[in-house]
Nanobody, 122 residues
């Protein structure tokens, strides 16, 4: 079993920045493909970004490319999402996710965090 705990959400003005963290426990962190998802009110949960086990490969949704950066520190069992140039449409609950197989991350991750609220004011 894997436990994922997000932190770093909050309220910022448009154009500002936030850094989310996801702390993992329960399994060798470097064996997990990791990612971030978000869910805005009234919308389905969507993929935001993913990162390979060693961090050498990353993947982003078109809506966040060039503004968000995903990273991980396997020594600290932690994944990050640096979010810059934030827009009101980035407002959502952000979830950390982990997959035992990379191909599963975007569609059926094996583990989820509880989510952290990000609110961007205009």
């Amino acid at each position: 079993q894997v436990q994922l705990v997000e932190s770093g959400g909050g309220l910022v003005q448009a154009g500002g920045s936030l850094r989310l963290s996801c702390a993992a426990s329960g399994r060798t962190f470097s064996s997990l493909t990791m990612g971030w998802f978000r869910q805005a009110p009234g919308k389905e949960r969507e993929f935001v970004a993913g990162i390979s086990m060693r961090g050498s490969n990353t993947d982003y949704a078109d809506s966040v490319k060039g503004r968000f950066t995903i990273s991980r520190d396997n020594a600290k069992n932690t994944m990050y999402l640096q979010m810059n140039s934030l827009k009101p449409e980035d407002t959502a609950v952000y979830y950390c996710a982990a997959a035992l197989l990379a191909i599963k991350l975007r569609t059926v991750p094996d583990y989820w965090g509880q989510g952290t609220q990000v609110t961007i004011s205009s």
